[in-house]
């Protein structure tokens, strides 16, 4: 295992990049070589609760950015059979992506050590810093200014504020403070969704995109909001396989005005976000400075909630018999960026939905029975899509 950890150190230089911040601004550092932060912990007297509670303890230790490492990794063992192994990684170096790319090539490297093959995995031609120089040449050339027109066109003007009911009062300084709360849809229901999807030739991504929207009108009586959308930020196939902070927050101004029928509602919005993700790779904190609008201390910059759609990965080449079989299960976030950051899961024939919520403004009773709405408004707009948003149950 510590092979295998210290092969995907030699192999992706952003796990051996450190950050600091000079006269000049920020630097990033990258070292020849470097080594995993890797401890066990005998688990052996331990419940599985237990360990929970140790491995959020671990979670929460904070990173030195500038002498780094920035990940860590710990191995508890109940015994000789049964592990659970917490990988922490900052996420100035990792998003979701990469941690599909991680479980991959964790497996494929364990199981070549572990049986003595010789490594299956063909050596990476780019490394991180060769996306940030192709980003930087991107936003010099034409295109670049073609991408800042469009997103100035779209949330230049007076953007508002999400202004949701909270349980108390907004911090004159934001806090990160946050929780998790997760639940699956029903199956049946999904189902009914996808079908309209298909049927109205849009992706299940645009729906539920919609519907969160319809959501956010509900609860806050704006017609007029933004909804940032992350979108992957992968855009050429030579970067799928590296490890870093690829993904980009993509802002999206909602118009609920008139109380339209969903599906036209619907339709707007798919248009919308399908123009808006092949604009996806102008930055968006580039963005935030462009626009120029005064800076809340009591907020995220542009948008308050956000929703995210992640979607099972192709798990690689198939396993030979012999091969030991890594499960990646997510952890509960506890950090809270923004006000509401809806994620949804699509697996095979299901939809999972956690919604990460800040605690400073969120009651956790109040994001639960949140969860029953979003459910009334699917289930409402599955059995009649042409009902006004406003009339949804």
């Not at 671990?58 to 920035?70: C, K, N, Q, T």
């Not at 050429?236 to 118009?255: D, Q, S």
């Not at 339709?267 to 919308?272: A, I, Y």
């Not at 948008?303 to 192709?314: I, N, P, T």
Request: proline share 5%; aromatic share 12%; net charge negative.
């Amino acid at each position: 295992l510590e092979k295998a950890l210290q092969a995907i150190v030699d192999r992706h230089a952003i796990l051996r990049t450190s950050y600091e911040y000079g006269s000049g601004g920020a630097f990033q550092y990258v070292a020849a070589d470097g080594t995993c932060d890797f401890a066990r912990r005998d688990a052996s007297s331990n419940t599985a609760q237990q360990v929970e509670s140790c491995c959020m303890g671990d979670a929460a230790e904070p990173f030195d950015l500038e002498r780094g490492p920035v990940w860590r990794v710990r191995l508890y063992s109940f015994n000789a059979t049964r592990h659970v192994l917490l990988v922490v990684i900052h996420h100035i170096a990792f998003d979701y992506w990469s941690g599909i790319v991680f479980q991959q090539e964790l497996q494929v490297f364990y199981n070549d050590f572990r049986l003595g093959r010789a490594c299956s995995l063909a050596p990476l031609q780019t490394q991180y810093l060769d996306f940030v120089k192709w980003q930087d040449q991107l936003l010099k050339k034409e295109q670049g200014k073609e991408l800042a027109d469009y997103w100035l066109s779209q949330l230049s003007g007076g953007l508002p504020c999400l202004n949701l009911p909270t349980d108390s009062p907004r911090l004159e300084l934001q806090g990160f403070e946050g929780k998790s709360y997760r639940f699956r849809l029903d199956q049946q229901l999904v189902r009914r969704l996808d079908a309209m999807a298909h049927a109205q030739n849009r992706t299940l991504y645009s729906l539920m995109l919609a519907v969160h929207a319809v959501l956010m009108y509900r609860y806050s009586g704006q017609a007029d909001f933004p909804v940032g959308t992350a979108a992957a930020g992968r855009s050429t196939a030579a970067f799928e396989g590296i490890l870093g902070f690829f993904v980009n927050t993509v802002v999206l101004r909602m118009n609920c005005a008139g109380n339209p029928p969903f599906d036209s509602f619907w339709k707007s919005v798919s248009e919308m976000a399908l123009t808006a993700l092949e604009h996806q790779d102008y930055p968006f904190l580039l963005l935030v400075d462009k626009l120029g609008i005064p800076r809340d201390p009591s907020r995220s910059p542009l948008c308050d909630a956000l929703f995210s759609w992640d979607k099972a990965h192709s798990s690689g080449p198939d396993p030979s018999p012999d091969d030991t079989q890594f499960t990646l299960t997510d952890a509960q976030q506890l950090g809270g960026p923004h006000d509401l950051n809806f994620i949804v899961f699509e697996a095979t024939e299901s939809l999972d939905v956690t919604i990460q919520y800040n605690t400073d403004l969120f009651a956790a009773g109040t994001i639960e029975r949140m969860a029953g709405h979003y459910e009334n408004l699917l289930r409402g707009i599955a059995d009649a899509p042409s009902t006004s948003i406003g009339q949804l149950p």
